[in-house]
């Protein structure tokens, strides 16, 4: 029975923060969250691959509890198990902790054949998560996978997106992807989904039950720190270029030559 | 960057004066029946501990000890990408940025090659300024397996000890970096846009975007080596090429590999064009096309400029263009000299894509569309008027008929 993981991240939903004219600071106050829009894309390559191949869909989570709409709202999808990992401890953990803890989540799960991962979150823009939890699973990882073009018997054959065309990679089972938006279109949660997701509880394990080393979550397992922050100069206001088309056009390229670039 | 933990609010000194919610630069503190409330997005940057009246914010303890062998990591290290046989133009920057640092150090700028022996490679190197180089030498490394490639390059780090390691932000750099920190446990920043040596504690620090470049964050590994970071190509800029320099080149044959992948194929796909990645000019097409042929207009503009092709996800999704050609939050992040957006709104999806450009120019018929705010040169006006305009302009001046 095929067994696929898929990770994912609650993130702020960006198109609803904007910025306090006056403070010059991000307005957080009511920001929904959302999925972070990669991973609809990974939960929907999951159940592509559980209705092609039989099998299960575990979604996963690291973050506080609210993070269980989220999950709920990829069992709505089709998926078959919801696990958030949750803790006081985890908070504060960058990329290598969180791929860590994530880790442990997922040995806990039990056997699985593919972990699926977007391709980065919308909010760290990072995508270190992904290799980073195939280094500590101790499986192979190919990103930016763009097809599925094969699976089955211990091996994984993908497409994968690299700068000015793609990759055609094959690897053994279990392995870790991250996905891109090209592979698939997400599905809507049916009403049956829906109503699926209301019965269906989700999991919580904290750091006892994952067994995790408390030396290596959360902010003491974090490596790197954010010492300083600030929001960046403002760009300044731009110039309107006036005339008929042709005037536009002529103004434009004496200002970019201007420029030196072009 | 992940989102950091909390500090405590002491309920007895906090006096409800908001002064941290004036100060925190993310907008996470709110006040809640007269006290001070922290949420899950604090990036512990410390501007409230420092404008509180009363002290009553406290930040959770620093108890990491310090590893003693921090101290033994030496010289700045680049991983010198060769694709196709072609040094990444993305190397040469980071051989730039590394130069300045090791300078900073007073220690040396190393690169390090997977990829199997070039001498016109190792003429590049030195030529931009590496001090030495290393040859990983074995054949799945060579053959582009990222697992065999990752698990060398961790042997080679842990045997030479370097300070700081940068690897470009590419699809490669992005897959390699992760997986060689974490099996290190250390440190890794995305997509720094500024990088520099502190004077005085001589540590790496790492200037880097988030919220889509509504913030910026400094970000230090402090008690892991090596220091790594990766960066966007076109952030940095490239150091002026002298042909006869030379170095030493080290050979390093890696103890026995576990492979993982094998690259059966690759195929290249827009050889005609640029791509977004590396392009200096980037003109993009939006719902304001109206029809997938019109790109052609584009395509031709983007040919006398020397520029790649962009498209919103309004374009992408409406099938007119293929989804590598997507800038924006659920596509590519660009920062190119110059970015021209035609017939593009500028919904805050596509500008977190595209807003760190040099130069932002704007092409729409709507005066109020929201890409104005952020165009250096905004020219309101129907697309179909204007890009047929640019283009006679363009070729008056290459004296092309």
């Given amino acids: 029975m095929l067994h696929v993981v898929v990770c994912i991240k609650q993130v702020p939903e960006i198109t609803e923060v904007s910025i306090d004219r006056r403070t010059n600071t991000l307005v957080r106050e009511g920001v929904p969250s959302i999925i972070n829009p990669f991973d609809m894309y990974a939960i929907e390559e999951g159940l592509r691959l559980k209705e092609a191949h ?84 101790g499986i192979p990882h190919v990103t930016y996978v763009r097809r599925i073009r094969e699976l089955g018997d211990g091996m994984l054959r993908v497409e994968r997106m690299v700068e000015g065309g793609w990759e055609l990679i094959s690897t053994t089972l279990p392995a870790l992807i991250s996905v891109v938006k090209d592979i698939n279109e997400p599905r809507l949660p049916s009403l049956k989904g829906i109503m699926r997701a209301k019965r269906t509880p989700v999991t919580v394990w904290g750091l006892e039950e ?21 929001t960046p100069e403002p760009r300044e206001s731009g110039e309107l270029l006036q005339g008929d088309p042709e005037q536009q056009a002529r103004q434009l390229v004496e200002r970019l030559r201007g420029l030196g670039v072009i | 960057m992940e989102g950091k933990g909390r500090p ?43 404008v509180c009246p009363s002290g009553a914010i406290r930040f959770p303890e620093e108890d990491r000890e310090k590893q003693p062998a921090v101290a033994e990591h030496h010289h700045v290290w680049v991983f010198a990408e060769v694709r196709q046989g072609k040094l990444a133009s993305v190397v040469p920057e980071l051989l730039g940025a590394g130069r300045r640092l090791a300078d900073q150090l007073g220690e040396s700028l190393h690169a390090v090659v997977v990829t199997a022996p070039r001498e016109e490679i190792y003429q590049q190197l030195f030529g931009y300024g590496a001090d030495a180089v290393w040859q990983v030498e074995h054949e799945l490394v060579f053959e582009g397996d990222e697992m065999a490639r990752a698990a060398a390059l961790c042997q080679l780090i842990r045997r030479e000890r370097p300070a700081v390691v940068l690897f470009g932000a590419t699809a490669m750099g992005r897959s390699l970096a992760p997986r060689i920190a974490t099996r290190l446990k250390t440190g890794l920043t995305a997509d720094c846009t500024g990088l520099e040596i502190d004077p005085e504690t001589r540590l790496l620090r790492q200037i880097r975007p988030a919220f889509g470049g509504n913030i910026m964050a400094e970000i230090l590994t402090k008690y892991r080596r090596p220091q790594m970071a990766t960066v966007r190509p076109r952030v940095m800029k490239a150091p002026r090429f002298r042909p006869d320099s030379s170095g ?36 993009s097409g939006g719902r304001g096309l109206g029809d997938p042929r019109n790109f052609a207009l584009l395509e031709e503009l983007a040919r006398l400029l020397g520029a ?19 800038v924006g939050q659920t596509g590519k992040t660009v920062a190119p000299k110059v970015y021209i957006a035609v017939g593009i709104s500028g919904a805050i999806q596509h500008l977190v894509g595209m807003q760190s450009s040099d130069v932002i120019v704007a092409i729409n018929k709507n005066p109020d569309a929201p890409i104005f705010k952020v165009a250096t040169y905004g020219i309101v006006g129907d697309l179909f008027e204007v890009v047929p305009a640019l283009i006679r302009q363009l070729k008056k001046m290459r004296g092309v008929t």
Avoid at chain 1, 104 to 109: E, M, P, V
Avoid at chain 1, 210 to 230: F, Y
Avoid at chain 2, 12 to 37: F, N, S, Y
Wanted: negative net charge.
């Fill in chain 2, 308 to 326: 790649a092709v962009g498209a919103s996800r309004a374009a992408v999704d409406s099938g007119w263009i293929p989804y590598p050609h997507q």
């Fill in chain 2, 8 to 50: 405590a609010i002491l309920k007895e000194e906090c006096t409800g004066c908001g002064a941290c919610v004036e100060a925190c630069p993310i907008g996470a503190i709110r006040m809640h029946d007269g006290l001070a409330q922290i949420d899950e997005s604090c990036n512990l940057c410390g501007g409230c501990r420092d």
């Fill in chain 2, 248 to 283: 030493p080149i080290h050979h390093f044959v890696p103890a026995e590999l576990d492979g993982g992948l094998t690259l059966e194929e690759l195929v290249l796909e827009e050889v005609e064009t640029v791509n977004l990645e590396d392009a200096d000019i980037i003109v």
């Fill in chain 1, 54 to 137: 039989g099998g299960t869909v575990s979604v996963i989570s690291m973050g506080p509890p609210q993070v269980e709409s989220s999950l709920k709202e990829a069992v709505a999808m089709g998926a078959d198990r919801a696990v958030l990992l949750s803790d006081s401890r985890f908070a504060g953990a960058d990329t290598l902790a969180t791929a860590y803890t994530l880790a442990q989540g997922i040995r806990r799960l039990g056997q699985f054949d593919l972990v699926i991962c977007g391709k980065q979150a919308i909010d760290g823009d990072t995508g270190q998560v992904g290799p980073g939890l195939a280094e500590e699973l």
């Fill in chain 1, 210 to 230: 994952l067994g995790c080393d408390p030396q290596r979550v959360g902010l003491t397992g974090s490596a790197t720190e954010v010492v300083r922050i600030w």
